[in-house]
C-alpha cells in the first residue's frame, strides 16, 4: 500500500500558506500529505497581514497583488466582492490581504483532489533532525515535545526579528522601549515624545499610529544614518517599460555602470512623460540576474554606498501615507533626522537618548516617552534570534552567503549546509533568499519563488 509522502511546511505566514496552496492545486500525482505548521493562531497572517486596532495599508495597489501569477487581478476581485468602491490602484488594509490569503488556502483545499491529504498544525517548531543519508527522513520536534516524520520539510519562518541594538541594552526591559514596531502602543498624549530608531516604510506605520487621533498625536523623532526616508507610489504603469535588459545586463561587472544606465533610462522615460518608477520595476524584475553577474566586491560596494537609495525608491509609501508624513512634518509633530544614537538610559518612566546629527560632532540629548526599533530585519544567521533557524545554523544544515543577507540556498531551493552541499531534505523559502536573488521580499517576487517550489517538490515527490 502507497504510504504517500509527506511534506512538512514550517510557518504558515504568506510563504507557507501560498506554497501550501500551489502544492494542493498541482499536487504530486501519488498519495501526499501536506502539513503546515504555524506557531500564532492563523495561518495566512504572518507578520505582515496580522490583526491590528490600526488598518496598517499595503504598499502595493490592489491591482498588482494576487497570489496566483496566473491571475494578476484575483485580490482585486476578491477585495471587490468584500467592499464596494474598490479599483486596481486602491491601498487596503493589509488584515484584507491575510483573510484573502485564508480563502485562497481554503479554496485550494475545497478544489484538492482527493489523494492530497492537508492539515494545519499550531505548535512552533524547535528542531529538525536531518539525516546525513538523502533518504533518511527529517524529524520534526515541537516545544511541547511532539515530533513529525517528514520526507521534506521546507523552512517558511518569515522574517528575523530586528537587531539587538547595543546602545539599546540599557532600556531592553524598560516599558518605554518597544523592540516589536507592530505591538501596541502605549497611550500618549501631545505632551509626550518619541523616538523612531530606522526610516523605512515600518517607521512610516509606527508614525502612522501613533498619529491616528490628530488631538493626541505625540512629539516624533526619527533617527537613521542617512535620514532618507521612503518615495511615494504613483499610478504608474508597471509594465510600460519592454525590452529584454541587456543594457542593464551588459554593464553588470559594476554597480556604478548599472547605476549610471538606470539613470540614462529614468531620464529618458521622464523625458517622454512617463515615470522613473517604471524603471524601478523594471530594474526590480531584473535584479536577481544583475545580482548573479555581480562580482561579489560590486556587491558589498552597493551595500556600503547604493543600498539606501535603492532602497527608498523601490519600497515606496503608499500616497496617503505620504501626505500624512508631510503633514506631520510641516505641523512640527514630526522631525525626520540623520544621525546616530550614542545611547539610551532609563529616567524614571523616561528614556534620555543621547545622539549625533549626521556631520556634526556636538551630542544632543533628549527626553522621550517611547522608544520604538525600527530597523529592521537582522539576517545574520549567527545572531539569530530565531531558535530554530539557530540551531539548524549550529548544526550546519543552513548556512549564511558571505555578505550575511541571509540563507544559501540551490537553484531549486534546498538549503545549502555548512559543508557547501544542498539539501536533500530541507528547503527554504523566504526573505532570506535575497542572498542569492537580491529582491526578496515582497509579495510578487515571493509568489513566484512558491510557485517554482511547488512544482519542484511534486516533481521530487512523485519521482520518489
Ligand atoms: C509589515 C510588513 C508589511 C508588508 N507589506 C507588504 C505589502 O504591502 N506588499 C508586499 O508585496 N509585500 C509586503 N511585505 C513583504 C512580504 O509580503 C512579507 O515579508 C511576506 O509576508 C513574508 O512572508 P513569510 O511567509 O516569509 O513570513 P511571514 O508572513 O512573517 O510568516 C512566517 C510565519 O512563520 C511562523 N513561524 C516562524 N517560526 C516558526 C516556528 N519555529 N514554528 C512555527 N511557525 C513559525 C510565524 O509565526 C509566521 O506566521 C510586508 C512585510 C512586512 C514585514
Sequence with gaps: MDMGKRIVI???????????????????????????????????????????????????????????????????????????????????????????????????????????????????????????????????????????????????????????????????????????????????????????????????????????????????????????????????????????????????????????VSRIMARNIEHMGGDWREVVTFIRNLAPSIWARLPDVERRRFLRHLQCHWDVHRHRLPPPVAARLDRLRRSGRLEINAGRIDSLSPEGEQVRVTWRRRGETALESVLVDAVVNATGPDYVLARSRNPLLRALHRAGHVSEDGLNLGLRTSAQGACIGADGRASAQLFYLGPMLRASHWEATAAAELRHHAEQLARHLATLAASS
Design 10 to 260: 514550517v510557518g504558515g505566514g504568506f510563504c507557507g500558506t501560498v506554497l501550501a496552496a500551489n502544492l494542493l492545486r498541482h499536487p504530486p500525482s501519488r498519495v501526499c500529505e501536506i502539513v503546515l505548521v504555524e506557531r500564532g493562531t492563523e495561518v495566512g497572517r504572518g507578520v505582515a497581514y496580522a490583526l491590528h486596532d490600526w488598518p496598517y495599508p499595503l504598499n502595493v495597489p490592489a491591482g498588482r497583488l494576487s497570489a496566483d501569477s496566473r491571475d494578476p487581478l484575483q485580490f482585486l476581485r476578491y477585495a471587490q466582492r468584500t467592499l464596494t468602491d474598490v479599483d486596481g490602484e486602491d491601498f487596503l488594509p493589509r488584515q484584507m490581504y491575510g483573510d484573502y490569503l485564508q480563502e485562497f488556502l481554503a479554496q485550494a483545499k475545497r478544489e484538492a483532489p482527493e489523494h492530497v491529504r492537508f492539515s494545519r498544525v499550531y505548535g512552533e517548531v524547535t528542531s529538525i533532525a536531518v539525516g546525513a543519508a538523502a533518504d533518511e527522513s527529517p524529524t520534526v520536534g515541537f516545544a511541547n515535545g511532539d515530533s513529525m516524520d517528514a520526507d521534506w520539510v521546507v523552512l517558511a519562518v518569515g522574517n528575523p526579528p530586528p537587531p539587538m541594538l547595543p546602545w539599546a541594552a540599557p532600556v531592553q526591559e524598560h516599558p518605554a522601549y518597544r523592540d516589536n514596531p507592530w505591538a501596541p502602543h502605549p497611550t500618549l498624549s501631545r505632551d509626550h515624545a518619541v523616538l523612531i530608531v530606522g526610516n523605512g516604510l515600518t517607521m512610516a506605520d509606527v508614525v502612522s499610529s501613533f498619529a491616528r487621533d490628530a488631538g493626541r498625536t505625540p512629539r516624533m523623532m526619527t533617527v537613521s544614518r542617512r535620514g532618507l526616508i521612503p518615495l511615494p507610489q504613483s499610478t504608474f504603469h508597471a509594465a510600460a517599460l519592454r525590452g529584454d535588459g541587456s543594457g542593464l545586463l551588459d554593464s553588470a561587472g559594476s554597480i556604478r555602470a548599472v547605476l549610471s
